[in-house]
């Protein structure tokens, strides 16, 4: 995976986080430019001019999306693992840095509500974050899980696992509403992050267990 760029920074930074949010929680079409400036706290033309649009606007909040989920997928990054008990060690780390991140992050909510609201939308940011975040981070993990288990990287059933391990942690950020009502949580803080992190890697240690005894 490569490096992520440069955070943008001033009127530029205020514009992709009005946009993050509003994209993500009103839709591309809904989310007028003018809402878009009073949100950053400028005005309209500073879209033309850092971005030229809303458009151009749109793309940028998807590159700064991929730029933050690099930052997170690299702090979990060390030297390729030379052991199976080294790859299960940098596995439940990518899991444990992504799960605090987009659990308790405080732009969680605006990157999980954007980057759904692509998807749904089918936009055309959607090949950007497949290609520059999606496709390399799955490769790299399924590359850990062959390591771990002595599996092919690129068999369909190692892509299917690390989807649905990933997915886990997804669940959790857009079913928040519905897994702190069923839990009697008053809210997703800390201890409770915490309960959720370790069932996720109860979860994997349980699925590579399974994947070294069946391998």
């Given amino acids: ?33 003018r809402a878009i400036a009073a949100r950053a706290g400028t005005n309209i033309a500073s879209i033309a001019y ?22 997170v997928l690299m702090s979990a990054e060390a030297a390729p693992p030379t052991s199976p008990d080294e790859a ?36 055309p940011t959607v090949a950007t974050i497949y290609e520059r975040l999606v496709e390399p981070a799955h490769r790299r993990l399924c590359a850990l899980w062959a390591v771990a288990t002595g599996a092919e990287a690129d068999s369909p059933a190692v892509r299917l696992r690390l989807f649905s391990l990933l997915g886990q942690v997804v669940y959790f950020r857009i079913g928040a509403p519905i897994v702190t009502r069923r839990m009697g949580w008053r809210s997703m803080g800390p201890d409770e992050v915490a309960e959720i992190v370790a069932v996720l890697l109860d979860n994997l240690d349980a699925a590579l267990d399974a994947a070294r005894k069946g391998a």
């Fill in 50 to 71: 850092h971005f030229g649009g809303k458009d151009g606007l749109r793309e940028a909040c998807a590159a700064e999306f991929v730029r933050r989920m690099q930052t």
């Fill in 88 to 123: 299960a060690v940098e596995l439940r780390q990518v899991l444990r840095t992504m799960a605090g991140y987009l659990l308790a992050g405080p732009e969680a909510n605006d990157m999980a509500a954007f980057m759904l609201r692509e998807l749904g939308d089918g936009g």
């Fill in 1 to 33: 995976m490569t490096m992520p760029a440069p955070p943008p920074e001033g009127t530029r930074l205020q514009l992709i986080e009005a946009g993050l949010h509003l994209f993500g929680h009103q839709g591309f079409a809904a989310a007028s430019t």
